[in-house]
């Protein structure tokens, strides 16, 4: 049950929505959050005729809700009626093949793992992006994100954690298992170092935010109810979830229930970023890691949309500064453009690049040496667009730790 | 999280008193949910918040002051729906700039007017319906409602001063003390030398 349209009532009309939409400085097809939000929710109750296909084009970045001094849900209004109405723009033939493929991280991502080598290769080369633009619409200038040849989970079962007393729960995400396991390594290294041992969930299935933003809602629901019952399970023992990535927690916080419908109310205040527990626990003194002496790094902060919307940054920001040699400076909010499988599409290349400009000139002009962010599709996006080196907090930290 | 001053309400009055104070050198944290309308102009609520950042004001945008905690004679701490009741954000001064109705500032029912984050005292008629006046252009009762404090600016609370709480702006009642930036100011610049 969608409980997108409950307070379109309580916006105003003031358009603040407008003007922090990334979409609408770029692309005049699009009619922005409070004619796709609110007013277009009025008209879709009356005649489910009147949904328009332009809705495609929001990113779901929620920099809408986060501006609304009325508290409308305006994103997850776009993002339902996208879901409800929207099913019957089903893209059929090769770009429904394409959007299928790039939403259905898990399976590609087991498909990719054991064969690495040769998909990074392949997907590397320029006649093969030259067909994937001409045939499935991807974009060519797109580097796809590489798959590592050992999943983090193969290489967690090697790891002996019995020798700790207490424990956290670590949600992956596919991201970690698939292409970049060594967050996940940090993620437990760390964790080991701060006395605590790491369990993984009993089932994990990918969050579901990429089923969703290509219409796959339903797969998305099933997926969602796999996560929350093993979170359930998790937190009854005492335990503590925690993510790396701040879409991953974003959906199955916030999009779990007020998009797709899912209770979740139970592992709610469970579940959270590795940032904000370090911090909170390091804080509090009730962690504690060694810095190394000579470590000397000049970092800028950008705020993914999900982390702003969540509020989060803070901790991320907070943690960072507490690292000794490091030199920290935050960049003014901006949307990179990539929006997970959105700026993948050819069709949205130009969108996604002329949203990211602002942020690609932030980076470029800050002359540090290293980009943080707890976001991974925003990493990929920087790191083509400006050539620096994209890390997360948490790969940050682990760094500058004497293990 | 610990900071000198934490301001609740981004309109016009929490940022006046943000600006001053991350200027004086304060550590400040402004709560600002959503954009706010009473400040003007295009691009201004935006680039105001993002100015202040720069200032090194920490800014928790799009989220609310759900509860504020008094313990004693004091205002200790704030926790806001974003980051969730395991952090209390916590000050030496707190100031309340929430604004009146629409900003949700002041909250009602058909009998009752409420400040919701500290329970700050208000001021309101008991009889309903001396709160508005049918003359449209007649001063409106309503609008002089609002947070009462005592005479050195202090919000009441149960009809004690809480005497670390201050309120700017549009959420004060009419006749009440507004926070006197300057002497606060001054007085911390004497106090750090």
Redesign the interface.
Known sequence: MSTGSVNLEQC?K?N?CT??CPMMEVNPDYPGPKKAGPDGERYRLKDPAFFDYALKYCLNCKRC???????VHIGDMIQSARIKYGSQAKKKGLRGLRDWTLASTDLVGTVSSPVAPLVNGVLGTRPVKAVMDAVLAVDKHRTFPKYSRQKFVSWFRKQDQSAFDRFVTYFHGCYVNYNYPDLGKDFVRLMNAAGYGVHLLNKEKCCGVALMSNGFADKARKQGTVNLDSMRKAVSAGEQVLTTSSTCTFTMRDEYPDVLGLDNSEIR?SLMLATKWLY?KL?AGEIHLNFRKDFKMKVVYHTACHM?????Q?YSI?LLQMIPGLDLT?L??NCCGIAGTFGFKKENYGYSQAIGSKLFADVEDSGADIVATDCETCKWQIEMSTGKTVLNPVEILAKAVEF | ?KFDVIIIGGGWAGRSVADRLALAGMKVCIVS?????AVAG??A??SHL?AL??RGV?V?????AIKGIITGSKATGVI?R??????VLKADVFVLATGKFF?RGLLSDMNHIWEPVFGADVSYDADRTKWADSEFFAHQPFMDFGVLTDEAGHVLAGGNSVVNLYAAGEILSAGSKEFDIDSFIEEYEHRIG
């Open positions: 105003l003031c603040l003007l922090v809700e986060v501006a609304c001094p009325s508290d205040d909170t804080s702003q919307k969540m509020g989060w803070i907070a935050v003014d909010q | 999280m949910e959503g954009l706010s309308l295009n691009n609520p935006y993002a950042q720069q920490t928790l945008r799009g989220d609310r806001t974003n980051l969730g009741k395991d952090t900003s």
